[in-house]
């Protein structure tokens, strides 16, 4: 089978949520002989930006984004383990929450479940999570990432206070920063000092890909 | 080249060119116009709203004989909750009323929940009598439907937000169904107590918040309450310009409800029997304010064509076309304004 | 405030109250709401919307007013009349009537 056939079956396996699909391309993919990052990138990561965008247009729905996150995830596993040790060292560790105040979580739990498929460790607070606690757990963990949600305007300011208190406290540098929600722009994370903002959780993906590489 | 001033979703001024606003405009009527399936704005509209946009002077209004009049959402608590200066809610509807020129108003809890507030339902019915006793304006009583309430562990029901990434979807579609009934049963409930305490109407706001059931908890409600209370006005608003498919299977008079746009919510808002139907298009920060309002106005002249009942649109912080800050800037959101009812010839805002 | 500057019709300094029980009670749209209304009060519906013109006919039908002055309409009592006026139920006129013994 080619690689463009290939990479149009794995990016339909996404769309379609359907795992064992999934799991029959990536096990393809090897057999043929195929580059497993070029399939993941070009194929399935294709597929879920594609879902994505679906989803934030009203066309596919949270349980089907879940299911081809799932799909995703099962096909990631078969295609790193034909990777070199090095390819997978690559990969990094994200801590992630909303901020204190807040308790909107379903788009940050979209964005969790997009980026785990790139096989980046994601620790996930969870919401209403204050600065003190997002650095503790950072210094934990020892992750790359520390990314940050706020729907509201009113907790907004809670992703200025992590940057302020990184820099008080010496760790700006030991950590690269992400921020998103609602009132967030590029502007505001140029404002605070955040090192990425992403508009939804496709760019999340790639802005935290660039973070790490930036890192390594 | 001249460039106009306008600002960014943000609320963040900029200057843009005759060519780059209408760019914009174009882009933002596009984008609606693809995702809902509707029609994209003519370019009389366009024009329209191009003027709109780059009118001389800071406030612009609306022509003469095309005023429009306004419901709110939580508006009673306001001036007391929100600006945190010390009086009832009673009293600001009366400033409301007579100092700010306000044609409705909503009394609502600052928990703004059904479910919350169905526990000091009599407390809420007294101060909705008073209110009554003292106003001439309409009043009603809101609150949302919040089915994330029903959760556990602040309600019965398990929490689909925590099944949903676990791949566990039929118990998390079970969950929510459940909570429908829950939610139903505490709206009809707390709109019985306010039909006996004079409320002009229900506003069911903010439906939508938790996804799809939790617009089919509103619309089951509204059902059953204009079946018992006939003459209760019923104001159904909605929490975005989509609903959000949480479960992604449920239906209203055999019409799923995730992905459905104003134009086609509206459909059963009038259905299910609400007299007014508040129409939501969320802003994008991101984007420029000609490019939001495009989009918006595509989005709600759809929608006031579809319908059958009036269309008051939601504009505030974020939504509307006007900024996502604080402090909305008076230059947009009048802006906003004149475009919304001229053009997407809404009935009231 | 910048509502009502730019668009809104003025609640009860014009007939914006009265063109709001019209669409909570009987669904109509704006400007089928404004004819309605303008019809019964005898004027047009661009009339509706001047605060003089409606002050006037407020004070003559003591319908409710912003500043209203001793011995006028306040609260219920205006909107008993404006329930008459309108011929329209209005609810905590009936629920009024209903206490008081009245009906």
Redesign the interface.
């Known amino acids: 089978m080619s690689i463009e056939i290939i990479l149009i079956k794995a990016r339909e396996a996404i769309l379609e949520c359907d795992a064992k699909k999934a799991v029959t391309v990536a096990q393809q993919a090897l057999e043929e002989g195929l580059d497993p990052i070029e399939v993941l990138t070009n194929g399935f990561s294709v597929g879920i930006r594609d879902i994505g965008d679906l989803f934030g247009?009203?066309?596919?729905?949270?349980?089907?984004l879940?299911?081809s996150a799932?799909a995703m995830k099962e096909a990631t596993v078969i295609l790193e383990a034909a990777l070199q040790a090095g390819d997978i060292a690559k990969k990094g560790k994200m801590l992630i929450g909303t901020v204190q105040g807040d308790v909107h979580?379903?788009g940050k739990?979209i964005v969790?479940?997009m980026i785990k498929t790139q096989s980046i460790e994601v620790i996930d607070l969870g919401r209403d999570v204050p600065v003190h606690t997002l650095i503790e757990k950072a210094m934990e963990y020892n992750v790359d990432i520390i990314g940050t949600s706020a729907l509201l305007?009113?907790t907004l300011p809670e992703q200025r206070k992590l940057e302020d208190q990184l820099r008080k406290l010496g760790l700006r540098e030991k950590f690269k920063t992400m921020v998103g929600g609602?009132?967030?722009?590029?502007?505001?994370a140029d404002r605070i000092g955040a090192d990425a903002y992403a508009?939804d959780a496709a760019q999340a993906v790639t802005k935290v890909i660039e973070l790490i590489g930036q890192k390594n | 080249m001249s460039k106009f001033f306008t600002r960014?979703?943000?609320g963040?001024g900029i200057y843009l060119s005759e060519e780059e606003i209408r760019a914009d405009i174009e882009e933002g009527t596009k984008d609606a116009a693809d995702?809902a399936q509707i029609p994209q704005l003519s370019k009389e509209e366009m024009d329209h709203l191009y003027d709109i946009v780059t009118m001389p002077g800071i406030?612009?209004?609306?022509e003469?004989?095309?005023?429009?009049?306004?419901?709110s959402d939580s508006g009673g608590c306001k001036i007391s909750y929100h600006c945190n200066i010390a009086i009832d809610r009673s009293t600001a509807i009366l400033i409301?009323?007579?100092?700010?020129?306000?044609?409705?108003l909503d009394l609502g809890h600052i928990d703004y929940s059904y479910k919350a507030v169905k526990s000091v339902l009599h407390d809420e019915a007294a101060m909705m009598e008073l209110t009554?006793?003292?106003?001439?304006?309409?009043?009603?009583y809101g609150s949302m439907p919040n089915l994330g309430l029903y959760t556990k562990p602040d309600g019965p029901v398990d929490n689909w937000?925590e099944l949903?990434?676990l791949?566990r979807?039929d118990e998390?579609?079970a969950a929510q169904e459940e909570a429908v009934e829950h939610a139903v049963k505490d709206i009809v409930y707390v709109a019985e107590g306010m039909?006996?305490?004079?409320?002009?109407?229900m506003n069911i706001d903010t439906s939508g918040a938790s996804?799809?059931a939790d617009v089919l908890a509103a619309l089951k409600a509204i059902e059953i309450i204009k079946q018992k209370f006939p003459?209760?006005?019923i104001?159904m608003g909605m929490a975005g310009e989509?609903?959000?498919?949480?479960?992604?299977k449920l239906e209203y008079d055999g019409v799923r409800l995730?992905?459905?746009?104003p134009h086609n919510q509206v459909k059963l808002a009038e259905k299910a029997g609400a007299?007014?139907f508040g129409a939501v298009v969320?802003t994008n920060?991101?984007m420029s304010f000609p490019w939001n309002i495009a989009r918006t106005v595509t989005f709600v002249k759809a929608c006031t064509e579809a319908?059958?009942?009036?269309v008051h649109v939601n504009?505030g912080?974020?939504v509307g076309g006007v900024p996502?800050?604080?402090v909305?800037p008076?230059d947009v959101?009048?802006r906003a304004?004149?475009a919304l009812?001229e053009i997407g010839k809404?009935?009231?805002? | 405030?910048?509502?009502?500057?730019?668009?809104?019709?003025?609640?009860?300094?014009t007939a914006?109250?009265l063109?709001?029980?019209l669409?909570?009670?009987?669904?109509?749209?704006?400007h089928d709401?404004k004819k309605y209304v303008a019809d019964k009060l005898g004027i047009t519906?661009?009339e509706l919307?001047d605060c003089v013109i409606m002050a006037e006919i407020r004070e003559d039908l003591n319908?409710?007013r912003?500043?209203p002055p001793d011995r006028t309409a306040?609260?219920?009592e205006?909107?008993f009349r404006?329930a008459q006026l309108l011929g329209i139920?209005?609810?905590?006129v009936?629920?009024?009537k209903t206490k008081a013994g009245l009906s």
């Open positions: 247009r009203g066309q596919v729905f949270l349980p089907e879940m299911m799932q979580d379903i739990g969790v479940a305007t009113t609602a009132p967030c722009t590029q502007r505001w508009e | 960014m979703g943000d963040f995702r406030v612009v209004g609306v003469r004989g095309q005023e429009v009049v306004t419901t409301h009323e007579k100092v700010l020129g306000a044609d409705s009554q006793l003292n106003s001439v304006i309409p009043v009603l937000a949903l990434p791949g979807i998390a579609r039909y006996e305490a004079g409320a002009d109407g996804g799809d003459d209760l006005g104001e989509f609903i959000l498919g949480m479960h992604g995730a992905g459905l746009y007299n007014i969320n920060s991101n319908a059958n009942i009036p504009v912080m974020g996502m800050c604080e909305p008076v959101v009048t304004d004149k009812i809404a009935d009231g805002l | 405030m910048a509502h009502e500057v730019a668009s809104g019709m003025g609640g009860i300094r914006g109250d063109v709001l029980r669409q909570l009670s009987k669904s109509m749209k704006i709401a519906p661009l919307s319908l409710g912003p500043m306040k609260g219920i205006a909107k404006i139920k209005i609810n905590s009936e629920r009024f």
